[in-house]
T-cell receptor
Framework: DTGVSQDPRHKITKRGQNVTFRCDPISEHNRLYWYRQTLGQGPEFLTYFQNEAQLEKSRLLSDRFSAERPKGSFSTLEIQRTEQGDSAMYLC???????????FGPGTRLTVT | DAKTTQPTSMDCAEGRAANLPCNHSTISGNEYVYWYRQIHSQGPQYIIHGLKNNETNEMASLIITEDRKSSTLILPHATLRDTAVYYCIAQTGANNLFFGTGTRLTVIP
């Protein structure tokens, strides 16, 4: 399968713990996006990479959140000191240079207890 | 990016055409109209996009009014697998997409 993959698919953590999610984009897609989706809402943009450069961050991305894409391939999203309000689906997407469509992964569902 | 307005929900009989409207009255000349859909528990899926002209692909047709203030996504023969939330997005570029709450389409057997 050559689609966008995300790991893990589900994560349950206790409040205050740190969590890290991984996204593997479609090969040779140089743009990578992270979104967050809560129940009943559409996905909300968090941050965007072009190759290894993080070009844009939403105000939703508080200082407890950090994202990296060190070699311009896979990306990680880390949440430090998780809070119950961080419970959501975290979606990753990738896009090719010149392409219009974003291809989404299946998401990582985070539950903070 | 232009604000879009969509009905909260719609029903469509299986085998019939599903016509999903979207209002984007403040759209500017360089903003595209994108449609994505999200089937339950999956990531969103790109359907189609357009600027001025009507567009068709293997999934759907996009009809944009001449003044570009509204558009309609048409699924020509809806199946049960088309039950999903459909998002209409109007913006320049294709980066940080603003999804809104979309239209929940239910295809009825």
């Amino acid at each position: 399968d050559t689609g966008v993959s995300q790991d893990p698919r589900h994560k349950i953590t206790k409040r205050g713990q740190n969590v890290t999610f991984r996204c593997d984009p479609i090969s040779e897609h140089n743009r990578l996006y992270w979104y967050r989706q809560t129940l009943g809402q559409g996905p909300e943009f968090l941050t965007y990479f072009q190759n290894e450069a993080q070009l844009e961050k939403s105000r939703l991305l508080s200082d407890r959140f950090s994202a990296e894409r060190p070699k311009g391939s896979f990306s990680t999203l880390e949440i430090q000191r998780t809070e119950q309000g961080d419970s959501a689906m975290y979606l990753c997407a990738s896009r090719s240079r010149g392409g219009f469509e974003q291809y989404f992964g299946p998401g990582t569902r985070l539950t903070v207890t | 990016d232009a604000k879009t307005t969509q009905p909260t929900s719609m029903d469509c009989a299986e085998g019939r055409a599903a016509n999903l409207p979207c209002n984007h009255s403040t759209i500017s000349g360089n903003e595209y109209v994108y449609w994505y859909r999200q089937i339950h528990s999956q990531g969103p899926q790109y359907i189609i996009h357009g600027l001025k002209n009507n567009e068709t692909n293997e999934m759907a047709s996009l009809i944009i009014t001449e003044d570009r203030k509204s558009s309609t996504l048409i699924l020509p023969h809806a199946t049960l697998r088309d039950t999903a939330v459909y998002y209409c997005i109007a913006q320049t570029g294709a980066n940080n997409l603003f999804f809104g709450t979309g239209t929940r389409l239910t295809v009825i057997p």
